[in-house]
């Protein structure tokens, strides 16, 4: 993403000090966002409702690659919770999305 | 004095201890197996090697059990055909998410990132493409 001037986001409903120790622990390299009691995951439709520990409302996992024009031009979204787009796959829809021309 | 109990069968029971024992470990090594995977997206979403671990632990189990009449070996196979049916309300009743539909366009939004700064979707988007990648959690 960083070559095509972009980069990565990741959301979750978690609050500001799980973002940090999720984000040192796993040694992220992008920017981990919380989204914690606000209506964003509403505004995405990826709100699950009483889907935390807690009981809390927690985002669907989803992978969403956005063009520059806030375009969503390919989505993945889980429907179990162990679903995830796999990285070979997001690799691809940018590629094809995004190609970096060379030189 | 007392009478040994008479077989109701001229030949005893077949004993399958090894099967019986073979259909535990396959039992344990089921969500371990899972668990060993889940960096693999593709057997992180299916499942593959818990669900085969799991078959085997099943065919392994109840067709030990089917003559051999110790109470144990019954008491295990019928375990196992417990955890296989939690394995499948689990795989397609719990896990199972409510169905989503992101919109067509990204709404824009403000969010702190990990060290309070916040983050505007539209200026990140003036620079290039954004990946947006949501998670449930931190665990």
Known sequence: ?103 | MTVPPTPSASRPPPRRTTRIVFSLVALILAPLSWWWSIDDPYLRASGATAWMMLAAALFLGLSAAWRDHRRWVRAVAGLELLCGVLFLWAFFGWAVLPAAAPPPRAPDFTLPDQDGHPVTLSSELRAGPQLLVFFRGHW
């Not at chain 1, 992220?28 to 520990?53: I, K, M, Q, T, W």
């Not at chain 1, 009981?55 to 179990?80: K, M």
């Open chain 1, 1 to 103: 993403m960083r070559a095509r001037g972009g980069g990565i986001l990741a959301i979750s409903a978690d609050d500001l000090e799980e973002a940090r120790s999720l984000r040192a622990e796993e040694e992220l390299p992008f920017r981990v966002l919380s989204a914690a009691g606000l209506p964003l995951l509403d505004d995405y439709g990826l709100a699950h409702p009483e889907g935390g520990l807690e009981g809390e409302t927690i985002a669907i996992p989803a992978e969403l690659l956005v063009a520059p024009d806030g375009a969503i031009v390919w989505q993945h979204v889980a429907g179990r919770i162990t679903d995830r787009a796999p990285p070979l796959r997001i690799l691809a829809a940018i590629d094809e999305h995004f190609p970096v021309r060379g030189p």
